[in-house]
């Protein structure tokens, strides 16, 4: 359960911080 849950938000994390990177790299 751990295991997976750690997995889950590492996952949500790394979606959230390549989004963020998205949408900056477009701004500029």
């Not at 590492?10 to 477009?26: D, E, H, S, V, Y």
């Amino acid at each position: 359960m751990t295991g997976i849950s750690t997995a889950t938000v590492t996952m949500q994390l790394l979606k959230r911080g390549l989004r963020n990177c998205f949408i900056l790299g477009a701004r500029v």
